[in-house]
């Protein structure tokens, strides 16, 4: 796209055509009350586990609540547990005893505690915070019932294990399976690994359950409900909070945790979901550029045409919501209202802000992808953005950057300016050479009338940009041609340190060089800074309140370890 | 649907009556209170908390539990631990809750001097049957009272620890005489045996 040739569109000009020839396939409106592509079906087998168990636990609580049933089940627990004893010998005591460290509160955390340090390094925080409110859940509930049913140990026996408080359901089978499970469910990919290792999870729970009963800490319903609770809360949290299909569990290297899986379910719902509402045939979907993307899945869409092209897309879905509440209340804490930090309330909404961005660009005539439109894959939940893919372009820092490729980058920026648009993430990885042309991605953070502040930190980091593929020096000389001197010193007095994207200040580094502080030695005057941290009674107050909720909820995470025993 | 589910369960256990029939409570207070070492419930002694103290020292020919007609709005259950070889409650004052003003530990034998360390001494006993220790490690007039009282019978040892704050140092002693007491374990068997029309006993027959 040449931002010479074109026109912002009006009513009477008929839309830019495009720039891609794809071949036009059949849209298909989705009639009221039929799925969506992907539809948000994934509580259901978690809510029946949850049902189900909470059927089985008030029938359990009515059966014990009669004293007739109740008898009948304690003569039959009495009943196993003496047989049991009966075949105690010293060295299959000896044996039991050691099974039943499997229980101790040792082994939980240790269990614990490397699932923990595990899902941190690879920064699963999803699964790290399922896991270890499961956990803590499955704690609290067990001791609830506990409590409730106020069970002593086995009757008319001699016990010869170590025990705590009352006996039902057993807290030992129910921490040990619960934090098993909830390893299974973070740690092992779903498939092969997964189906063994609950094989191994029964084996291990049912040698701990034989050894309860035959050193008579635990009788048989003690035992059985304990496994009850302890496979369903996991299992329920892990199957709602994080699904297989939303959150596979990868080791995969070169993706973030940002990333959503898109083979599978959701792979063909973006099929489907791309023909219907586009009108493309689509032959190919595929992750693209997964390492430069944090704040959205990336893929690439090879769809037919004339020849078959490519088309970019983006897939949003409820964790980048999130990631951008938490980056944008990071910046407010950091730097005070640097611009525009409201976070967005839907996923719908930050797709509709990225695809309106896309059109005021490529309508302000800034060589910026093409947009394609948005898809709904998930009403609400998951959206992708579509663009035209640049195909055989390259990163600028990578590319041969001359006088015309410095005048093309500036001119972009004077472009912007002249729409009152601001980018707002220049940056290496966002710009692209393609054709001796320089073309503009990632236009998310784009902002109309942004501050005069902001417009001018835009042009200071294109210059920088380009200076690390040239040299300071010829790129000022180039930009005086399209900017006035007091427009450049505003740009570096308003760019230092945090207003310039990590991947810039990383590429000087590596070049060893203070291209910031050369430009201001171009300058004919050096420029009073323009002061980046912005205090407001706002910024104190939610500083103030964010340490207060860290510290509280700290407290409370570290009290309740203690108490459940965890620490 | 956990939000629901998780409130209606502590209902339901609530309402219920998990202890045995016999113990006659069929409310909230009495479903609370068979939880507590209490001595017994509307005349039952099988009591759940008093069960498994009996099994955490399968020795012990007494329990030391809390007689709830003696139990003034002044002092408060806490702490209660139970496991296998050792069974542990406190005592609060209501003006005094941070501090245990008393800890009652049941042990197969006494530790005299081990946790305090002042002078074991007889003194008769106020409970027939068990022999009596007092030992006081320090007294601070008007301001603080610590030691110990050992009753010693066949198969274990209770061990009161006290510690009172404050001027007042023979009226929570008083209190304190009253408010414990001793169940004989026997008592508890005949009770659950009772209970389960004589297919249950607390401990297994001799010589198994």
Known sequence: MEPTLRHPPTVTEPAPARAVRVAPGRRRRRPSGQAPPLPRALHTSGRWWLAATGVVMVLWIVVLSNLPTRL????????VIQKLAELRTGMLTDVMLAIHALGSRWTIRALFWATVVILLVFRRFRHLFVFIGAILV???VNALLVWGFARPRPYGVEIIGDWTGFAHPSSPVAVLTATLMGMLYSLAPQGRIRQAGKVVIGVVVAMLSVALM???VNSVTDVLIGVIIGVTIPLVAFRMLAPNEVFPITYRRGGSAAHLDIGGRRGEAIHHALEDQLGVQVLEVKPFGLSGSAGSTPMRVRVKGDPDTWLFAKLYAGSHLRADRWYKLGRTLLYGRLEDEK???????????EDYALRLMFGAGVRSPEPFGVVEITPEREYIVVTEFFDGAVEIGEA????????DGLRIIRRLWDAGLAHRDVKPANLLVRDGRVHMIDVFFAEVRPSPWRQAVDLANMMLVLATRSSAQQVYERAKLQFRDDEIAEAFAATRGITMPSQLRRMMREQGRDL?????????ERPEPIAVQHWSVRRIGLTIGVLLVAVFAGLLVFGYFRSAGLL | MRRRLLPALALLLAGCTIGPAGQGGRGPESFEQSRLPVCEIRGNVRVPMLVLMAQAVPTATQLPCVDLNNLTAEWSLSDVFVRNGRARFALDRFHDRANHAVVVVLERTCRFGQVTSG???????????????????????????????????RGGCVTYRLHFLGGEQARPLGDVVLMLDFVPRERVAAAIRQDSKGKLSLDPPVGR
């Open chain 2, 119 to 153: 002078k074991v001494t007889r003194v008769p006993s106020d409970q027939a049957g068990i022999q009596r220790y007092q030992e006081v490690t320090e007294i601070r007039p008007g301001q603080e009272f610590r030691g110990a009282i050992y009753y010693l019978f």
């Open chain 1, 400 to 407: 041969e950057v001359d006088e015309a490729i410095i005048d």
């Open chain 1, 138 to 140: 499955l704690i609290a």
């Open chain 1, 516 to 524: 910031h502080a050369e430009f201001l030695r171009l300058l004919p």
């Open chain 1, 214 to 216: 035959y050193l008579a």
């Open chain 1, 72 to 79: 009948v089940v304690l003569d039959a627990d009495t009943a």
């Open chain 1, 343 to 353: 976070p967005f309330n839907t996923v719908r909404r930050l797709v509709q802000q």
